[in-house]
Protein backbone atom coordinates (compact mmCIF):
# COMPACT_ATOMS: atom_id res chain seq x y z
CA UNK A 1 0.00 0.00 0.00
CA UNK A 2 1.53 3.42 -0.99
CA UNK A 3 2.34 5.30 2.29
CA UNK A 4 3.62 8.54 0.91
CA UNK A 5 3.16 9.39 -2.83
CA UNK A 6 4.50 12.96 -4.97
CA UNK A 7 3.18 13.53 -8.44
CA UNK A 8 4.15 15.94 -11.11
CA UNK A 9 6.31 18.29 -8.16
CA UNK A 10 7.97 21.32 -9.67
CA UNK A 11 9.65 24.08 -7.76
CA UNK A 12 11.69 26.86 -8.49
CA UNK A 13 13.74 29.40 -6.84
CA UNK A 14 13.98 32.08 -9.29
CA UNK A 15 15.85 30.28 -12.72
CA UNK A 16 16.80 27.62 -10.54
CA UNK A 17 14.24 24.43 -11.36
CA UNK A 18 14.98 22.19 -8.01
CA UNK A 19 12.17 19.73 -8.99
CA UNK A 20 11.14 19.48 -12.39
CA UNK A 21 8.05 17.27 -12.20
CA UNK A 22 9.12 15.01 -9.65
CA UNK A 23 7.15 11.44 -9.49
CA UNK A 24 8.14 9.46 -6.29
CA UNK A 25 6.29 6.44 -4.34
CA UNK A 26 6.85 4.75 -0.90
CA UNK A 27 4.66 2.25 0.15
CA UNK A 28 4.41 0.88 3.68
CA UNK A 29 7.11 -2.27 5.11
CA UNK A 30 9.65 -0.62 2.70
CA UNK A 31 12.70 1.47 2.43
CA UNK A 32 12.78 3.16 0.11
CA UNK A 33 16.39 5.01 -0.99
CA UNK A 34 17.06 8.37 -2.79
CA UNK A 35 20.28 9.18 -4.70
CA UNK A 36 21.09 11.69 -6.74
CA UNK A 37 24.16 14.53 -6.97
CA UNK A 38 24.74 17.53 -5.05
CA UNK A 39 21.82 19.98 -6.72
CA UNK A 40 19.90 17.09 -7.87
CA UNK A 41 16.62 18.05 -5.79
CA UNK A 42 16.56 15.69 -2.80
CA UNK A 43 16.59 18.08 -0.15
CA UNK A 44 14.24 19.80 -1.62
CA UNK A 45 12.02 17.34 -2.41
CA UNK A 46 12.22 15.97 1.18
CA UNK A 47 11.07 19.62 2.44
CA UNK A 48 7.74 19.39 0.03
CA UNK A 49 7.18 16.45 1.60
CA UNK A 50 7.41 17.75 4.99
CA UNK A 51 5.41 20.48 4.50
CA UNK A 52 8.24 22.79 4.83
CA UNK A 53 8.16 24.66 1.43
CA UNK A 54 5.17 25.07 -0.65
CA UNK A 55 5.72 23.24 -4.30
CA UNK A 56 4.24 25.27 -7.47
CA UNK A 57 2.65 22.59 -9.03
CA UNK A 58 1.84 19.01 -8.40
CA UNK A 59 0.56 16.70 -5.25
CA UNK A 60 1.97 15.01 -2.33
CA UNK A 61 -0.28 12.25 -0.98
CA UNK A 62 -0.23 10.75 2.07
CA UNK A 63 -1.84 7.65 2.49
CA UNK A 64 -3.92 8.77 -0.21
CA UNK A 65 -5.30 12.15 1.19
CA UNK A 66 -3.65 15.33 -0.45
CA UNK A 67 -1.39 16.95 2.03
CA UNK A 68 -1.90 20.52 2.98
CA UNK A 69 0.62 22.45 5.19
CA UNK A 70 3.30 20.80 7.24
CA UNK A 71 3.04 17.14 8.00
CA UNK A 72 2.03 16.45 11.54
CA UNK A 73 4.83 14.23 13.96
CA UNK A 74 2.20 11.33 14.37
CA UNK A 75 1.71 10.68 10.65
CA UNK A 76 5.61 11.52 9.44
CA UNK A 77 8.97 11.75 11.49
CA UNK A 78 11.72 13.00 9.77
CA UNK A 79 15.56 13.53 10.74
CA UNK A 80 16.90 16.67 8.26
CA UNK A 81 20.28 18.02 8.44
CA UNK A 82 21.31 18.61 11.68
CA UNK A 83 18.74 17.17 14.62
CA UNK A 84 17.13 20.20 16.39
CA UNK A 85 18.41 19.97 19.97
CA UNK A 86 18.50 21.61 23.51
CA UNK A 87 22.58 21.28 24.12
CA UNK A 88 22.19 21.60 27.58
CA UNK A 89 20.08 19.52 28.10
CA UNK A 90 20.14 15.51 28.33
CA UNK A 91 19.17 13.29 25.63
CA UNK A 92 16.43 12.22 27.82
CA UNK A 93 15.13 15.46 28.47
CA UNK A 94 15.52 16.44 24.87
CA UNK A 95 13.15 13.63 24.00
CA UNK A 96 10.77 14.14 27.14
CA UNK A 97 9.95 18.02 25.95
CA UNK A 98 9.23 16.62 22.32
CA UNK A 99 6.29 14.29 23.69
CA UNK A 100 5.29 16.92 25.96
CA UNK A 101 4.79 19.44 22.28
CA UNK A 102 2.93 16.47 20.75
CA UNK A 103 0.65 15.52 23.72
CA UNK A 104 1.87 12.31 24.41
CA UNK A 105 2.47 12.75 28.17
CA UNK A 106 1.16 9.63 29.38
CA UNK A 107 3.34 6.99 28.97
CA UNK A 108 5.59 9.56 28.20
CA UNK A 109 8.48 7.99 30.17
CA UNK A 110 8.14 4.32 28.79
CA UNK A 111 7.98 6.18 25.12
CA UNK A 112 11.48 7.79 26.10
CA UNK A 113 13.13 4.51 27.44
CA UNK A 114 12.12 2.17 25.11
CA UNK A 115 13.54 5.08 22.08
CA UNK A 116 16.94 5.62 24.23
CA UNK A 117 17.44 1.86 24.32
CA UNK A 118 16.23 1.63 20.19
CA UNK A 119 18.63 4.08 19.17
CA UNK A 120 21.65 3.12 21.56
CA UNK A 121 21.65 5.99 23.64
CA UNK A 122 20.59 4.26 27.41
CA UNK A 123 24.01 4.35 28.77
CA UNK A 124 24.16 8.02 28.27
CA UNK A 125 20.92 9.46 28.09
CA UNK A 126 21.60 11.88 31.08
CA UNK A 127 24.41 13.03 29.82
CA UNK A 128 24.41 16.47 28.38
CA UNK A 129 23.44 16.69 24.57
CA UNK A 130 26.83 19.09 24.17
CA UNK A 131 29.03 16.11 25.43
CA UNK A 132 27.55 14.01 22.65
CA UNK A 133 29.59 12.45 19.83
CA UNK A 134 28.58 13.76 16.05
CA UNK A 135 26.91 9.74 16.07
CA UNK A 136 25.22 10.08 19.39
CA UNK A 137 23.70 13.32 18.47
CA UNK A 138 22.84 11.72 15.25
CA UNK A 139 21.02 8.41 16.71
CA UNK A 140 19.35 11.20 18.98
CA UNK A 141 18.06 13.00 16.12
CA UNK A 142 16.57 9.41 15.04
CA UNK A 143 15.11 9.14 18.00
CA UNK A 144 13.26 12.33 17.79
CA UNK A 145 12.14 11.18 14.37
CA UNK A 146 9.96 8.26 16.17
CA UNK A 147 8.90 10.28 19.15
CA UNK A 148 4.96 10.92 17.78
CA UNK A 149 5.25 7.14 16.66
CA UNK A 150 4.84 7.99 13.17
CA UNK A 151 4.53 5.41 10.05
CA UNK A 152 6.21 7.36 7.78
CA UNK A 153 10.13 7.93 8.24
CA UNK A 154 11.80 10.56 6.20
CA UNK A 155 15.69 10.60 7.04
CA UNK A 156 17.99 13.20 5.04
CA UNK A 157 21.91 11.39 5.40
CA UNK A 158 20.82 9.49 8.41
CA UNK A 159 24.52 7.67 8.76
CA UNK A 160 26.49 11.20 8.79
CA UNK A 161 29.03 10.98 12.13
CA UNK A 162 28.32 7.38 12.42
CA UNK A 163 31.21 5.21 12.76
CA UNK A 164 31.04 1.28 11.06
CA UNK A 165 29.19 -0.13 14.23
CA UNK A 166 26.80 2.66 14.42
CA UNK A 167 25.80 2.28 10.66
CA UNK A 168 25.21 -1.28 11.12
CA UNK A 169 23.11 -0.41 14.07
CA UNK A 170 21.18 1.89 11.91
CA UNK A 171 20.49 -0.57 9.05
CA UNK A 172 19.65 -3.00 11.48
CA UNK A 173 16.75 -0.32 13.33
CA UNK A 174 15.62 0.79 10.21
CA UNK A 175 14.97 -2.68 8.54
CA UNK A 176 12.68 -3.54 11.73
CA UNK A 177 11.05 -0.08 11.27
CA UNK A 178 9.86 -1.75 7.54
CA UNK A 179 9.15 -4.94 9.20
CA UNK A 180 6.61 -3.27 11.53
CA UNK A 181 4.95 -1.72 8.19
CA UNK A 182 6.46 1.80 8.43
CA UNK A 183 7.23 3.22 5.41
CA UNK A 184 10.90 4.56 5.70
CA UNK A 185 12.58 6.82 3.11
CA UNK A 186 16.46 7.77 2.97
CA UNK A 187 18.41 10.38 1.44
CA UNK A 188 21.94 9.28 1.31
CA UNK A 189 25.06 9.50 -0.70
CA UNK A 190 26.68 6.71 0.42
CA UNK A 191 25.65 4.04 -1.95
CA UNK A 192 27.01 0.84 -0.85
CA UNK A 193 24.99 1.54 2.41
CA UNK A 194 21.74 2.02 0.29
CA UNK A 195 22.54 -0.96 -1.85
CA UNK A 196 22.58 -3.31 1.42
CA UNK A 197 19.65 -1.88 3.14
CA UNK A 198 16.87 -0.30 0.74
CA UNK A 199 13.73 -2.67 -1.22
CA UNK A 200 13.60 0.20 -3.74
CA UNK A 201 15.87 3.21 -4.88
CA UNK A 202 15.04 5.95 -6.98
CA UNK A 203 17.54 8.24 -8.96
CA UNK A 204 17.47 11.89 -8.90
CA UNK A 205 18.79 14.49 -11.57
CA UNK A 206 17.94 17.60 -12.41
CA UNK A 207 14.48 17.57 -10.06
CA UNK A 208 13.39 14.65 -11.40
CA UNK A 209 13.46 10.77 -10.91
CA UNK A 210 15.42 9.13 -13.78
CA UNK A 211 15.36 5.57 -12.64
CA UNK A 212 13.37 3.35 -9.85
CA UNK A 213 13.75 0.20 -8.62
CA UNK A 214 15.18 -2.46 -6.65
CA UNK A 215 19.15 -2.44 -6.55
CA UNK A 216 19.26 -5.83 -8.43
CA UNK A 217 17.11 -4.49 -11.01
CA UNK A 218 19.03 -0.68 -11.27
CA UNK A 219 22.58 -2.69 -11.23
CA UNK A 220 21.84 -4.96 -13.75
CA UNK A 221 22.85 -8.92 -14.35
CA UNK A 222 25.97 -7.44 -15.96
CA UNK A 223 29.89 -7.92 -14.18
CA UNK A 224 32.83 -5.73 -14.48
CA UNK A 225 36.38 -6.54 -13.51
CA UNK A 226 38.93 -5.15 -10.79
CA UNK A 227 42.35 -4.51 -12.60
CA UNK A 228 44.88 -3.97 -9.62
CA UNK A 229 48.19 -2.77 -10.27
CA UNK A 230 51.56 -2.18 -7.95
CA UNK A 231 51.08 1.60 -8.24
CA UNK A 232 48.26 4.19 -9.10
CA UNK A 233 51.54 5.39 -11.68
CA UNK A 234 50.78 2.13 -13.86
CA UNK A 235 46.97 2.03 -13.46
CA UNK A 236 46.98 5.45 -14.77
CA UNK A 237 48.35 4.44 -17.53
CA UNK A 238 46.69 1.63 -18.16
CA UNK A 239 43.27 3.08 -17.62
CA UNK A 240 44.14 5.62 -20.40
CA UNK A 241 45.02 2.63 -22.70
CA UNK A 242 41.42 0.88 -21.89
CA UNK A 243 39.80 4.21 -22.37
CA UNK A 244 41.66 4.74 -26.02
CA UNK A 245 40.23 1.46 -26.99
CA UNK A 246 36.83 2.78 -26.43
CA UNK A 247 36.30 0.79 -22.86
CA UNK A 248 34.45 2.37 -20.24
CA UNK A 249 36.78 2.50 -16.80
CA UNK A 250 37.33 4.54 -13.60
CA UNK A 251 40.00 4.45 -11.37
CA UNK A 252 40.34 3.93 -7.49
CA UNK A 253 43.93 4.27 -6.12
CA UNK A 254 45.65 1.58 -7.96
CA UNK A 255 42.92 -0.56 -9.54
CA UNK A 256 41.54 0.46 -12.42
CA UNK A 257 37.30 -0.63 -12.80
CA UNK A 258 35.78 -1.53 -15.91
CA UNK A 259 32.56 -2.27 -16.95
CA UNK A 260 30.97 -5.09 -18.12
CA UNK A 261 31.59 -5.32 -21.65
CA UNK A 262 34.65 -6.72 -23.43
CA UNK A 263 36.65 -10.43 -23.14
CA UNK A 264 39.20 -10.16 -20.22
CA UNK A 265 41.32 -12.42 -21.78
CA UNK A 266 41.94 -10.04 -24.49
CA UNK A 267 42.04 -6.71 -22.14
CA UNK A 268 44.59 -8.57 -20.11
CA UNK A 269 46.46 -9.40 -23.52
CA UNK A 270 46.26 -5.90 -24.35
CA UNK A 271 47.57 -4.48 -21.35
CA UNK A 272 50.69 -6.55 -21.34
CA UNK A 273 51.65 -6.38 -24.81
CA UNK A 274 51.86 -2.45 -23.48
CA UNK A 275 53.96 -3.69 -20.44
CA UNK A 276 51.30 -2.73 -17.57
CA UNK A 277 51.37 -5.74 -15.92
CA UNK A 278 48.16 -6.49 -12.93
CA UNK A 279 48.89 -8.08 -10.11
CA UNK A 280 45.10 -8.94 -9.91
CA UNK A 281 42.54 -9.27 -12.13
CA UNK A 282 39.01 -10.41 -10.80
CA UNK A 283 35.68 -10.12 -12.50
CA UNK A 284 32.68 -8.66 -9.54
CA UNK A 285 29.00 -7.64 -10.21
CA UNK A 286 28.23 -4.52 -11.17
CA UNK A 287 27.95 -1.99 -8.30
CA UNK A 288 24.81 0.28 -7.79
CA UNK A 289 27.34 3.08 -8.14
CA UNK A 290 28.22 2.54 -11.53
CA UNK A 291 24.70 2.99 -12.43
CA UNK A 292 24.39 6.01 -10.66
CA UNK A 293 27.28 7.37 -12.17
CA UNK A 294 25.86 6.51 -15.90
CA UNK A 295 22.52 8.28 -15.08
CA UNK A 296 23.73 11.36 -13.52
CA UNK A 297 27.27 12.41 -15.88
CA UNK A 298 25.56 14.63 -17.67
CA UNK A 299 24.99 16.97 -14.59
CA UNK A 300 28.29 15.84 -12.81
CA UNK A 301 30.08 17.45 -16.44
CA UNK A 302 27.53 20.37 -16.67
CA UNK A 303 28.78 21.52 -13.10
CA UNK A 304 32.43 21.31 -13.81
Known sequence: ?????????????????????????????????????????????????????????????LDGAILDGVAPSTKIGALVDRPGVYPYLSGRRNLEIAALALGTTRGAAATVGRLLALVGLADV?????????????????????????????????????????????????????AMQGRAVMLSSHLLDEVEQICDQVSVMDRGRVVASGTPTALRGSSVE????????????????LIVAGGGKATRCGPTVIVGGQGDP????????????????????????????????????????
Open 265 to 304: ETLSRRLWQAGLFPTELKRVPRRLEETFFELTSDSNNADR
Open 125 to 177: ADRRVKTYSAGERQRLGVALALVGDPRVLILDEPASGLDPWGIADLRTLLRDL
Open 1 to 61: MSALRVVGLTKAFGSVHALAGLDLDVAYGQIVGLIGPNGAGKTTAIRAMLGLIQPDEGEIL
Open 225 to 240: LDITFSDEAIAEAALA
